[in-house]
């Protein structure tokens, strides 16, 4: 199968690229900024794993990418929605640019990139579309009405589309994760000064998530293993609470 993933080359983008990998899928890694292939991974994992340069912030940049992709695997039986940005603040803390880059990436190139492999799905007849949202999405953060509201969308956005497409032979899911160590929570750690220990303690499982619990989960829901899970927004937070 090839998997087309967004948001590759960040933190849970790059984990979840190398387990479809590992587990034998090809993998178009979609970012930005190269997303370079675990160098621990074996040599013929990451040859699996071909990245493609790209902003999709834009329509022009979402139908492109799908458009390169297609011409170089002929297929896409999976996506993986994970590229994401966040912009902190209450309502009145936040401008008109907080909002559109927040739903640029989070949202509408999630609405696009569905919208372009969609119908390549419906022609297999079956497919599997995994997008990132956040546990924020499920229960609002404070101070982070952008991003909290942009990830409700996402996950809201998967179930219509798993209602829509189910007849299709299509599942849709949406994994909410919790505090996962990775370059954007690190940046959240460095702003506020709060340590990673303090994190963990709001955390009943006591540590912060892995990039590659989420990638197991990724994997798993995109796999036959996952076959009558569609419409479902799946958490991974270690038992946390927000708030
Ligand atoms: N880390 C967490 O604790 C956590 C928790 C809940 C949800 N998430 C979500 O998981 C996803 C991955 O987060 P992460 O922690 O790995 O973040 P990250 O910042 O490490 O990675 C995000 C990636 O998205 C890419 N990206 C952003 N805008 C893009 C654009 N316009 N075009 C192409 N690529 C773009 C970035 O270059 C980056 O590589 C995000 O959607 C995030 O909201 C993360």
């Not at 990245?51 to 999709?56: L, P, S």
């Not at 007849?125 to 942009?150: C, D, E, K, R, T």
Request: charged share 20%; with cysteine.
């Amino acid at each position: 199968m090839t998997v087309l993933v967004t948001g590759a080359a960040g933190g849970i983008g790059t984990a979840i690229a190398a387990a479809c990998a590992r587990q034998g899928a090809v993998v178009a890694a979609v970012d930005r900024v190269e997303a370079v292939p675990d160098p621990t991974l074996p040599a013929e994992v990451r040859d699996r794993i071909v990245a493609f340069a790209a902003d999709i912030s834009t329509p022009e940049g979402c139908t492109r990418t799908v458009a390169e992709v297609l011409a170089h695997f002929g297929a896409i039986g999976g996506l993986v929605n994970c590229a994401g940005v966040m912009r902190r603040g209450a309502l009145l803390e936040t401008d008109e640019d907080d909002w559109e880059a927040t739903y640029a990436v989070n949202v509408a190139a999630v609405v696009r990139l569905c919208r372009a492999v969609l119908p390549t799905m419906i022609d297999a007849g079956s497919g599997a579309i995994v997008n990132i949202a956040s546990q924020w999405g499920l229960q609002p953060a404070a101070g982070h009405i952008a991003y909290n509201s942009s990830k409700a969308a996402v996950a809201s956005l998967s179930r219509s589309l798993a209602r829509d497409y189910g007849a299709a032979g299509i599942r849709v899911n949406s994994i909410c994760p919790g505090e996962i160590l990775t370059p954007m929570v690190q940046r959240k750690l460095d702003d506020s000064g709060i340590t990673e220990a303090e994190l963990a303690g709001s955390i009943p499982l006591g540590r912060l998530g892995r990039p590659s619990e989420v990638a197991e989960l990724t994997t798993f829901l995109l796999s036959d293993r996952a076959s009558f899970i569609s419409g479902a927004a799946v958490e991974i937070a270690g038992a946390q609470q927000v708030g």
